[in-house]
């Protein structure tokens, strides 16, 4: 398996130069394309390949004057920056280029400074027009406006914008995209749409070119002054200072927590502990006696048409019941996209927790995901996370971006890690997805998530059931009408009838999570009879 890992990383920053010096001198569109070419991260070459690509597309179907970039001194716009730089020189082809090449720049370059923006990101801005010859247009009114009016004066058709999936403006767009309703018109280019935050870092430290210095200082996604804050997952204690610290951006291990710091103010605390919520649940707050609810839904046609059974919907029911869960409903859908959606969206918005199983795979019939992704309105998007899982489960039969099973739900996947799984457990806001196709599978997924969860306080394990059976001999008809008033001066009890067969006795079932309520329904049951007429059974 390739990867650009941590330790990469760290030697490439050692090879690079610091932010806090001039830009390198190495560092010309050819050398650009001939660093990426050299070096050995093959996803990182398909992601330059394809962008290039991209670039060379938009300025084939427009001219030089009715091209723009966006730039605004962030790391993704740092990534275009060069990425336009290299397809520029390659577009025109490298005899009809000058050897200095970083002048040569002629795509026109949108900078909007804002008064709230870091210190920081102007100067790397204005340095990075000077050394490379970037004709800036300043504008200082708010976006769209100031789009309006530079739209009036220019001939400008396409403007190239270095927005990634997980991005909140990438929703809905692809590689072109013509802007949006209520917007002046102009073709949004996205060369990097599908890049990652590892993708990102790969490639600004293989080309060893400069970015702004907040990334070493700890921030991984960088807004206004008043909204952004250094990630505090890349904290540590600088034990010679006494003092917080920060690492350096390209060493937060989970991209998609770029925008950890990226948050107006921090929740207030209760008590001096924050509190930890999980699917809408406050785990500190909520009583032990609290009635929490789950649904299982299992995709199968193959259960529907009586070729296969669901086993797993029986032993995940016992489960769920084991640590205090009730279960509101078990389904069956087809392997069909909006079933699946229309299942989930109806379970999750009145469920504490939805599991659901089935149809997850590159097969055409697994729609789960896409199912879970169109539930919440949100598209599927490429994981890298999951695609280097997957690459190293599966090697050379995982093709990139073409592996249909990298894809997940856009911006609400959380990927549950455990040593004891090959695959991580896929979590979507309160829906958990197993990928088990058998008990014993879904035995060890289910174990996995119990300690994951439990550990993290996502998981609120509720006050035990308590049950009781007892059997009889009697009529249902006899029984039926005790039975439904018992149920009417115990509403906070489970009473339920059944028989396994006709000829066995008849069954009643108490339960809930008050034991001496159990026992009080019991003997108030029996009271109604002679002695003798029930007898107790141990279910367990």
């Given at each position: 398996?390739e990867?650009?890992s941590?330790?990469?990383?760290?030697?490439?920053?050692?090879?690079?130069?610091?932010?806090s010096?001039d830009?390198?001198?190495?560092?010309?569109?050819?050398?650009?394309?001939?660093?990426?070419k050299?070096?050995?991260?093959?996803?990182l070459?398909?992601?330059?390949?394809n962008a290039?690509?991209?670039?060379?597309?938009?300025l084939?179907?427009?001219?030089?004057?009715?091209?723009?970039?966006?730039?605004?001194?962030?790391?993704?716009?740092?990534?275009?920056?060069h990425?336009?730089?290299a397809?520029?020189?390659?577009?025109?082809?490298?005899?009809?280029?000058?050897n200095?090449?970083?002048?040569?720049?002629?795509?026109?370059?949108?900078y909007?400074?804002?008064?709230?923006?870091?210190?920081?990101?102007?100067?790397?801005?204005?340095?990075?027009?000077?050394?490379?010859?970037?004709?800036?247009?300043?504008?200082?009114?708010?976006?769209?406006?100031?789009l309006e009016?530079?739209?009036?004066?220019?001939?400008?058709?396409a403007?190239?914008?270095?927005?990634?999936?997980?991005?909140?403006?990438?929703?809905?767009q692809?590689?072109?995209?013509?802007?949006?309703?209520?917007?002046?018109?102009?073709?949004?280019?996205?060369?990097?749409l599908?890049?990652?935050?590892?993708?990102?870092?790969?490639?600004?430290l293989?080309?060893?070119?400069?970015?702004?210095?907040?990334?070493?200082?700890?921030?991984?996604?960088?807004?206004?002054?008043?909204?952004?804050?250094?990630n505090?997952l890349?904290?540590?204690?600088?034990?010679?200072?006494?003092?917080?610290?920060?690492?350096?951006?390209?060493?937060?291990?989970?991209?998609?927590?770029?925008r950890?710091?990226?948050?107006?103010?921090l929740p207030?605390?209760?008590?001096?502990?924050?509190?930890?919520?999980?699917?809408?649940?406050t785990?500190?707050?909520?009583?032990?006696s609290s009635?929490?609810?789950?649904s299982?839904?299992a995709?199968?046609d193959?259960?529907?048409?009586?070729?296969?059974?669901?086993?797993?919907?029986?032993?995940l029911?016992k489960k769920?019941?084991?640590?205090?869960?009730?279960?509101?409903?078990?389904?069956?859908?087809?392997?069909?996209?909006?079933?699946?959606?229309?299942?989930?969206?109806r379970?999750?918005?009145?469920?504490?927790?939805?599991?659901?199983y089935?149809?997850?795979?590159?097969l055409h019939?697994?729609?789960?995901l896409?199912?879970?992704?169109?539930?919440?309105?949100?598209?599927?998007?490429p994981?890298?996370?999951?695609?280097?899982?997957?690459?190293?489960?599966?090697?050379?039969?995982?093709?990139?971006?073409?592996?249909?099973?990298?894809?997940?739900?856009?911006?609400?996947?959380e990927?549950l890690?455990?040593?004891?799984?090959?695959?991580?457990?896929?979590?979507?806001?309160?829906?958990i997805?197993?990928?088990?196709?058998?008990?014993?599978e879904?035995?060890?997924e289910?174990?996995c998530?119990?300690?994951?969860?439990?550990?993290?306080?996502?998981?609120?394990?509720?006050?035990p059931?308590?049950?009781?059976?007892?059997?009889?001999?009697?009529?249902?008809?006899?029984?039926?009408?005790?039975v439904?008033?018992?149920c009417?001066?115990?509403?906070?009890?489970y009473?339920?009838?059944?028989?396994?067969?006709?000829r066995?006795?008849?069954?009643?079932y108490?339960?809930?999570?008050?034991?001496?309520r159990i026992?009080?329904?019991k003997?108030?049951?029996?009271?109604?009879?002679?002695?003798?007429?029930?007898?107790?059974?141990?279910?367990s």
């Amino acid at each position: 398996m390739e990867s650009f890992s941590r330790r990469d990383l760290e030697l490439e920053l050692k090879c690079s130069p610091s932010p806090s010096q001039d830009f390198p001198f190495l560092s010309s569109q050819m050398e650009i394309d001939k660093a990426i070419k050299e070096c050995d991260d093959r996803r990182l070459k398909t992601k330059y390949n394809n962008a290039i690509y991209v670039i060379q597309r938009a300025l084939a179907l427009y001219s030089i004057e009715e091209v723009a970039f966006s730039f605004n001194g962030g790391k993704d716009s740092t990534v275009l920056l060069h990425l336009l730089r290299a397809g520029y020189f390659l577009h025109k082809g490298e005899q009809s280029c000058t050897n200095g090449g970083v002048q040569d720049f002629p795509i026109r370059t949108i900078y909007f400074d804002c008064p709230s923006a870091f210190p920081e990101i102007n100067s790397f801005t204005y340095d990075a027009a000077n050394t490379y010859g970037l004709h800036l247009d300043i504008i200082r009114s708010d976006f769209k406006s100031g789009l309006e009016a530079l739209l009036k004066s220019k001939p400008i058709r396409a403007i190239f914008l270095g927005v990634r999936m997980g991005d909140p403006t990438a929703v809905g767009q692809e590689q072109f995209s013509p802007s949006s309703l209520g917007w002046p018109p102009f073709m949004r280019v996205n060369p990097i749409l599908d890049w990652s935050y590892r993708d990102v870092w790969a490639f600004l430290l293989t080309c060893k070119v400069c970015y702004c210095s907040l990334y070493d200082q700890g921030y991984t996604s960088i807004g206004s002054i008043y909204d952004t804050v250094p990630n505090s997952l890349l904290s540590f204690n600088n034990s010679s200072s006494n003092k917080e610290a920060f690492r350096p951006a390209y060493l937060l291990s989970d991209g998609r927590l770029e925008r950890a710091g990226r948050v107006k103010k921090l929740p207030h605390s209760v008590g001096g502990k924050k509190p930890v919520v999980a699917n809408g649940l406050t785990s500190m707050d909520l009583p032990k006696s609290s009635l929490l609810m789950a649904s299982a839904i299992a995709v199968g046609d193959e259960i529907l048409f009586g070729t296969a059974e669901d086993q797993l919907g029986h032993s995940l029911c016992k489960k769920l019941h084991s640590i205090g869960w009730s279960v509101s409903q078990t389904t069956v859908v087809r392997n069909d996209v909006d079933s699946v959606a229309e299942e989930v969206e109806r379970r999750q918005s009145t469920n504490d927790m939805v599991f659901i199983y089935g149809g997850v795979g590159p097969l055409h019939s697994d729609a789960t995901l896409a199912g879970v992704a169109k539930a919440f309105g949100v598209r599927l998007a490429p994981d890298e996370e999951f695609e280097e899982y997957l690459r190293h489960l599966i090697g050379d039969q995982c093709t990139g971006d073409r592996n249909e099973m990298a894809l997940l739900p856009e911006r609400i996947t959380e990927l549950l890690h455990h040593e004891k799984l090959m695959v991580p457990l896929i979590k979507c806001k309160n829906v958990i997805i197993f990928t088990a196709t058998n008990v014993l599978e879904l035995d060890d997924e289910w174990n996995c998530l119990i300690e994951l969860m439990r550990s993290g306080g996502e998981l609120v394990m509720a006050q035990p059931f308590v049950s009781k059976c007892l059997t009889t001999n009697l009529a249902d008809l006899e029984v039926a009408q005790p039975v439904s008033k018992l149920c009417l001066e115990f509403p906070d009890l489970y009473i339920g009838c059944y028989r396994i067969s006709r000829r066995e006795p008849l069954r009643i079932y108490f339960e809930g999570k008050d034991q001496d309520r159990i026992e009080s329904a019991k003997e108030a049951l029996c009271k109604k009879f002679q002695p003798g007429a029930f007898s107790e059974i141990n279910l367990s």
